[in-house]
């Protein structure tokens, strides 16, 4: 009840209580040879004002000696101090849980060794932070027409959507241009769509309600929320900035959600710096994937190289380092598929690589 209604609760004596139920009291106290006689419950609330615990206590003593105490009710003035104490803990509480969650959340991107796990990892963990229905990650390509945001992967809860990524499942949408052409071969900032505008500015947007926003063109988000039943209320826009201060992508949440009434709501500012930091790490982490992803694709044009050279070099051979790692993923195909000779044996992606 204390958590529910955000109230301190001060019992003065249990047993004549008959607001609450005591029964649990009365077994521990019969159990242990104990008597419960007051109860002071006070509420945990951080700086927004939401309920993280209840600190409770049990059993004031009033000092009549040095080696007397006697029990009493809680006074006024200790509900003052505790209260004063619980902001305090409150917040002790959030700092540590939030210094553990950046601490996790660095290992686990750190972890991924896949550029999809990854996108899933960075999207995932940015609903879990913001409680946010939905969110899409976007990177920063190179089209014929210019730079353009295209989309790597959509997740909803509410709508049960989960594209790209792991999915398998390809995205409809075409990338976003960040820039247009006004006819007269000048190429203009594409400032009306939220997720260019923050891969070109480099600023965190927070959008309290899409649809009455005169800044930026929501008409792409009417459209969907037509098709899908669906109301886009508010979005969360964070650029992903690598360590040479370059944006390499886009990550847009959708849909805050109130954890006590479940409805959409605004993104919290106070969440606004976790999230910028969670934008610079997946920012590092993308890079890193794409920087081994570039030496990996090196080493192979190398491998291919030296193969041809060796086949070009006696007409006898020719081909032959082209057939050897096509026959050799053949038999290790069979032998992933035997049951009977090689039960145990089993290639992951890195051995499939390192075979090669």
């Known amino acids: 009840h ?93 700092n540590n849980t939030m210094l553990d969650n950046q601490h996790n959340l660095l290992i686990r991107l750190a972890s991924q060794k896949e550029a999809s796990r990854l996108f ?45 990524g792991t999915s398998e499942t390809p995205i409809p949408f075409h990338p976003l241009p960040l820039y247009i052409s006004d006819g007269a071969s000048n190429d203009l900032p594409n400032h009306k769509n939220i997720a260019s505008f923050t891969a070109i500015t480099k600023q ?17 988000t009417h459209e969907f929320d037509e098709k899908s ?20 992508g886009v990550l847009q949440l959708v849909n805050a959600i109130n954890p006590i009434t479940l409805e959409p709501c605004v993104f919290d500012a106070h969440l606004e710096p976790i999230i910028k930091a969670l934008g610079t790490y997946a920012a590092i982490a993308l890079e890193n994937q794409i920087l081994l992803q570039d030496h990996k694709n090196l080493l192979d044009a190398f491998v291919q190289c030296i193969a041809k050279a060796i086949d070009a070099k006696s007409p006898h051979t020719s081909a032959h380092c082209q057939r050897v790692p096509v026959i050799t993923e053949l038999l290790a195909q069979a032998t992933c598929h035997d049951t009977k000779y090689f039960p145990q044996f ?4 890195d051995g499939w690589y390192e075979l090669k």
């Open 204 to 220: 965190l947007v927070n959008i309290q309600n899409a649809y009455d926003n005169p800044t930026f063109d929501f008409s792409g």
């Open 346 to 349: 089993f290639l992951d992606g």
């Open 2 to 94: 204390c958590a529910l209604s955000k109230k301190t609760i001060n019992i003065t004596n249990v047993r004549k209580n008959t607001e609450y139920d005591i029964s649990g009291i009365e077994n521990f106290d019969l159990k242990n040879n104990y008597h419960t006689h007051s109860i002071l419950s006070v509420p945990l609330r951080n700086h927004d004002d939401h309920i993280i615990g209840v600190l409770q206590l049990i059993n004031a003593h009033h000092e009549e000696s040095v080696h007397q105490k006697k029990k009493t009710a809680f006074h006024q003035q200790d509900k003052h101090v505790i209260e004063a104490l619980s902001s305090l803990v409150a917040i002790s509480i959030e």
């Open 229 to 248: 039943n669906y109301h886009s209320h508010s979005f969360l826009s964070v650029p992903l900035i690598n360590h040479a201060n370059d944006v390499i």
């Open 120 to 164: 899933e990892a960075i999207l995932d963990e940015a609903q879990t932070i913001c409680q946010a229905e939905g969110g899409t990650l976007y990177l920063l390509t190179q089209k014929d027409a210019g730079p353009a945001l295209e989309f790597a992967i959509l997740k909803n809860k509410k709508l049960g959507l989960h594209l790209g």
